[in-house]
């Protein structure tokens, strides 16, 4: 490189620097002051923002007890559903009694209402819209596994649900 190139890359980078740093400094600047007619946030403006939409707040300690308070209701509430059975379910159970056997294989790229519909196919259940109610219900609807499941219609919602979801 020549010096007369050397220079003019020099005057270049000086050039760049002080356009860069005018619109920094003046274009930019007054978005980074901060606005003096924004409220300050203090704890009676973030207790009537939590009135106004319905919220209320908590400590950690009774965030993380309502945390245990929940999972063992939905301990109790999977152990109950297994337990008993609704009328629906009874119905559904022994309708008549012939008991329908099938292998069920659920395939890589089914989705869950593909294999409810095979369900229903191969007479393991009677109705579609209600097994996927139950899925929905118990937020099994996207825990359905691949793999091949031996099933038969004498079975509750909850067994077959049990059954292709782990």
């Known amino acids: 490189m020549t010096k007369e190139t050397m220079r003019a890359f020099a005057s270049g980078i000086l050039v760049t620097s002080a356009v860069v740093g005018f619109f ?5 600047a007054p978005f980074d002051q901060p606005d003096e007619s924004k409220q300050a946030l203090t704890e009676s403006t973030v207790q009537q923002y939590l009135e106004e939409h319905g919220l209320e707040a908590v400590d950690a300690d009774a965030y993380t007890k309502w945390q245990k308070n929940k ?17 629906d379910e009874q119905a559904q159970d022994n309708p008549s009694k012939d008991i329908t056997k099938a292998t069920i294989a659920v395939k ?35 825990g359905v596994q691949i793999g091949k499941y031996k099933l038969s219609s004498d079975m509750s919602m909850s067994e077959v649900a049990d059954k292709i979801t782990k």
């Open 24 to 28: 920094y400094f003046q274009v930019f």
């Open 71 to 87: 999972g063992q209701d939905n301990k109790k509430e999977n152990s109950d559903d297994k337990q008993k059975k609704t009328s």
């Open 108 to 142: 890589q790229g089914m989705s869950t209402q593909d294999v409810i519909d095979e369900l229903v196919k191969q007479k393991i259940i009677k109705s579609g819209d209600k097994f996927q109610d139950y899925l929905e219900n118990h937020n099994l609807a996207t």
